[in-house]
């Protein structure tokens, strides 16, 4: 195969300072706060500095210009197409991005590369250049401003509207923390967010932001394999402005997701690729969480259900009666903004399914298909329920420390507590879909 063909992106806050648009060049705007652009350039970030702002507090330049480069990746990402690359899937980014500290990313830029690679399945090269946006000075309470409140708040998690992240947040104002809830506050995400949070009973705080990508001209690629690393830094944004009131070494920042679904492992031999994300996967947190300590962000990234399955996260919940009452609002689907409602038959569906069968909740949620059974002979839509009967069939005979490491490297020491969360996820789904009729 010959070489990738490379597509440059140039970024800059300021769009006098950014190149013509050209066949192989894309111009994008960061940060436009007065709405001011040309025509051939596309913008990310407009609505983050206003949100930075009602923080109250100033952010380190370090975390700042961490979301520079999450917002450089999710345009690229988003704004060139997988379809268009030689092999139908592997791009190649070369990204001018000034910083406003550029010297310390200078040096990292390599495990910069390395883990974004291991993210998406991409070629990235950054030429990191001086004059990025500064960190915002903050609004005052004076300001007639709605300032989010970080007083009391002792840790930051991610909350998506998913099942996980409901759990997640309910088992931590059971244990009395008080956590700021963080979300990329997506159209449609928002809804659900608020419905959940509404529910919630403790000590929290809010912080939502949006990335709100627009490409100029043309289709934005869908698969966004990237878009942790954007959740990730908004995350690191909210610990760090919790850090600078508490003055504690590191701010919590968790993540909540099942060990079955952060492995991801591919469930066939042709899921390794297209079908097999590593958004939360082990090896890329860790990976963050260097660049994080080499970088001197002041955040520690957990996650307490890596060795749990959805359905013992649903089955342990410290709160069930508050969790059955928010569970329907509660978003699984990887499909579901196509119609505005969970398919049901998806592999994030079943495993939210099967979850609540185990744990014995009944939900309300109205899927596109009720009955997984009801796919069987459907053949554009049984591809992911058929994908996860070969895993189950497998579970005897594949060894599963090979398969699970086929998704990314793994700790040697905690290998045996992988595969048990993987195997157990199997077992977990098996039980359900046998109890649907669909095995």
Not at 131 to 150: C, E, K
Not at 339 to 354: H, S
Not at 376 to 381: A, G, K
């Amino acid at each position: 195969m010959g070489a990738l063909p490379v597509t440059r992106l140039v970024f800059h806050h300021n769009h006098q300072l950014l190149p013509p648009a050209s066949d192989d060049l894309l111009p994008v705007q960061l940060y436009s706060l007065s709405g001011q652009t040309r025509g051939d350039i596309s913008v990310i970030g407009n609505p983050v500095v206003d949100k930075i702002k009602r923080l109250g507090v100033r952010l380190s330049a370090q975390v700042m210009d961490f979301l520079t480069i999450a917002l450089a990746v999710t345009a690229a990402d988003s704004f060139v197409r997988r379809a268009d690359a030689s092999d139908g899937w592997t791009r190649q980014f070369s990204i001018q991005l000034p910083l406003h500290d550029p010297g310390r990313w200078q040096v990292l830029k390599k495990d910069l590369h390395k883990t974004l690679h291991f993210l998406s399945g991409d070629i990235w090269d950054f030429d990191f250049q001086e004059g990025g946006y500064p960190p915002p000075a903050p609004y005052r309470q004076r300001d007639r401003f709605h300032l989010v409140r970080l007083r009391g708040i002792d840790c930051v998690c991610l909350f998506s509207g998913g099942l996980d992240s409901a759990i997640g947040a309910i088992d931590l104002l059971e244990q009395s923390k008080s956590p700021l809830l963080v979300s990329h506050a997506y159209k449609g995400d928002k809804s659900h967010q608020d419905e959940i949070a509404k529910a919630l009973k403790g000590r929290y705080a809010r912080f939502e932001v949006n990335a709100d990508p627009h490409l100029f001209n043309g289709e934005t690629d869908i698969t966004m394999r990237t878009r942790s690393i954007n959740f990730l830094a908004f995350a690191a944004v909210g610990a760090c402005a919790v850090q600078a009131l508490t003055q504690e070494n590191f701010v919590d920042l968790i993540v909540p997701e099942n060990g079955f679904i952060s492995l991801n492992a591919p469930l066939t031999s042709r899921r390794i690729g297209t079908l097999s994300t590593r958004t939360t996967h082990p090896h890329f947190i860790k990976s963050i969480q260097e660049l994080f300590d080499a970088a001197d962000i002041s955040c520690r990234i957990s996650n307490p259900y890596q060795f749990k399955t959805k359905g013992q996260m649903a089955t342990e919940c410290l709160n069930r009666e508050l969790l059955k009452n928010v569970v329907s609002s509660t978003i699984s689907c990887s499909h579901w903004k196509r119609t505005n409602q969970q398919c049901g038959v998806c592999v994030p569906c079943i495993i939210r399914r099967a979850a609540l069968h185990a744990g014995g909740f009944n939900e309300e949620t109205e899927y596109t298909y009720d009955k997984v059974a009801d796919i069987l002979n459907e053949t554009d839509r049984r591809d992911d329920l058929l994908a996860l009967s070969i895993a189950i069939a497998q579970r005897t005979t594949r060894k599963p420390v090979p398969w699970i490491t086929d998704g990314g490297p793994l700790p040697p020491a905690q290998l045996m507590d992988f595969q048990k969360v993987f195997l157990e996820g199997l077992d977990e789904v098996h039980s359900f879909l046998k109890a649907e009729g669909a095995m």
